[in-house]
């Protein structure tokens, strides 16, 4: 299976990728090395992360043609709008150190100013700016909404995925549009390397846990970028290219799905993030209850 996926405009960009989420700014520069090192050729950060200095640093420590790696960043919610947009966009090339970036995402669909952000990530694209451009965290209402004044169809919609969550009808809703899904928080926030039958089929793999729940995203045609700040588990988490999961494992593995989350549903994001709903809280699933007694 080759390493790259093909977007919809032609541009190829690696099936695995590494995430910064939640690092601080010396875990990203040094995870974003170690990634690089080890093989990825794709970083994802985020403006809202607070760490995309750090990924350029990273990046330029590692000694990697700019070329060949896939960078990709998000516009915050709170920048929304076209010259809102326009502006945080360049202030993100200012901090990657870049003069393009590779992937564009809008980070969350905050109703009323998607659209305008589009418009000029529209822009951006057919100037040269971006390779490619998507979005993050869209429900099917949300893409609906988009395409009604989209002159470009999103490549890319990064939405949460893992065994717990497959999200196969929002994957499909994607596919029929032409957008590649690509899957945040693919090890479930690491709550799913406890889980019991993902162990068992890891052991008969000789692969960890992790590792099978990569192999079976790239298996399914998703984007994978898994987080670590850990060397050596960031090492073993791009050792996925030398096993093929059967057809019945991936079927017993997409078995496992609760629709369940462990990240912020995009239906509540106005309420959590602008509103005074708190995020609910984590309910463990039978199969924790019965790994804590």
């Known amino acids: 299976m080759s390493r790259t996926i093909t977007l919809a405009n032609g541009v190829e960009m690696p099936r695995v990728g ?50 060949a790696v896939f960078i990709t960043t998000k516009v915050r919610a709170s920048q929304l709008g076209y010259d809102a947009t326009k502006a945080a966009f360049y202030e993100s090339l200012e901090k990657l150190q870049l003069d393009y970036i590779d ?7 905050k109703t009323g100013l ?56 929002a994957r499909k809703y994607n596919e029929s549009l032409g957008i590649v899904t690509e899957a945040y928080c693919p090890l479930g926030s690491g709550r799913l390397l406890r889980h019991p039958v993902l162990i068992e089929l890891a052991k008969k793999y000789s692969k960890t846990t992790a590792q099978l729940m ?4 790239i298996q399914n045609d998703i984007v994978t970028i898994p987080k670590s700040v850990n060397k050596d588990r960031i090492t073993a988490n791009f050792d996925v ?14 078995g496992l799905n609760e629709n369940k989350r462990v990240g912020t549903d995009p239906h509540h994001f106005m309420e959590i993030f602008y509103g005074d709903m708190v995020q609910p809280e984590y309910v463990l699933s039978d199969w924790e209850k019965a790994l804590e007694n």
């Open 241 to 254: 290219w030398d096993f093929e999961i059967s057809s019945d494992d991936i079927d017993i593995i997409n």
């Open 114 to 169: 998607y659209n305008d952000a589009w418009r000029v990530m529209e822009e951006l694209y057919e100037a040269g700016k971006i390779k490619a451009i998507g979005v993050s965290n869209f429900l099917p209402e949300h893409l609906d909404q988009l395409l009604t004044t989209a002159k470009i169809v999103p490549m890319i919609n990064q939405i949460e995925v893992h065994p717990m969550l497959n999200q196969a009808e």
């Open 18 to 67: 590494m995430g910064v989420f939640q690092m601080t700014p010396e875990e990203a520069e040094n995870a974003t090395k170690w990634a690089l090192e080890a093989g990825y050729r794709s970083i994802d950060t985020a403006q809202g992360y607070n760490n995309e200095e750090a990924v350029g640093r990273g990046l330029i420590a590692s000694g990697i043609p700019r070329e």
């Open 214 to 217: 990569i192999r079976w995203e």
């Open 103 to 109: 992937l564009f995402l809008i980070h969350w669909p």
